[in-house]
């Protein structure tokens, strides 16, 4: 720092002095320029200053990313490149070009490096939201479930053993949901999908019926992706004094990606109503699924209602 300080302080002296001689350069009459026997000295103390720069920055390159590292790099050699070569040609103003070039990569760095920050925020932000979906798993489900396990084991204690498998292994895929970084295979979902369904079609035995047709399964999904929009079918349009409740699970291979398509003849559901007296659980749900679809692996996904009622599900997911 304070070598730094001294060849500042240098070359402003330098630049004060230049004002009254004519040894380092000069204007003539006729307000052309002309350099001075002792130019080369002017850049003496810039010069010195970024190879001081460069000498620093590899010092302290343990502490830096590679990126950084490289950004950092070409703002020192570049101006010093063109510093070197201002002492021996004359009429083109190197330094003044390598400066703006200089610059042009550092804010070419600082916005890339600000956007990539911004986007690991936002995967920070997805996987939280993931675990905040499993942590506030429905009480309800949780009751509800033990109490059927609990009637079973007198009723029949084989199908009781069953539930409490499926049970211990939805809980056991819900938390592991917790750490996973990325999106997993969409086999891996579909088995957690009827592990759940396993659990509440003995809650809800002769009310719900699933259908799958899901003959291509060859790509990922963000973790929690289908199994929510599953709970959500069930926990509205399941009620004794409705039909019973169907869902039809598929998937569709496109040009440019895949697509699964949950269908369901409940009451239906409308995204777009955001009436403060209806419940907004749905409505938080859907907006984290997006989010995570949208951040994870650039999906989406749509709802519409049916004419003959009920609602219809759709998620894309691109091909990679």
Known sequence: MYTACVLLAGYVIL???????????????????RRGPLYPVLLFFPATLMLLNLATLFQKQKHLTDKQQKAFTLYIIIPIICMLIQM???????????????????????????????????????????????????PHFIYNTMTSIHYLCEQNPKKAVETIDNFTNYLRKNFSAIAKDG?????????????????????????LFVEFDTPHMNFRIPPLTLQPIIENSIKYGVDPELDPLYISVQTNETDNGCEIIVIDN??????TNNDVDDNMEPHIAINNIRERLSVMCGGSISFAMRQEGGTVVRIWIPAR
């Open 183 to 207: 999106t997993i295979p969409f086999k891996e979902e579909l088995e957690h999908v009827r592990t759940y369904l396993a659990i509440e079609q003995v809650r809800f035995e002769g009310e």
């Open 15 to 33: 630049l004060t002095i230049t004002q009254f001689t004519t040894i380092i350069y000069y204007i003539t009459e006729d307000n052309i320029y």
């Open 88 to 138: 021996l040609s004359y009429g083109l103003l190197l330094i003044v070009i390598g400066t703006s070039v200089s610059t042009l990569f550092m804010l070419i760095f600082i916005i890339t490096d600000n956007m990539e920050q911004y986007i690991r925020e936002r995967e920070e932000n997805v996987r939280a939201q993931a675990s905040i979906m499993v942590l506030q798993m429905r």
């Open 266 to 271: 409940g009451p239906g559901f409308d995204e």
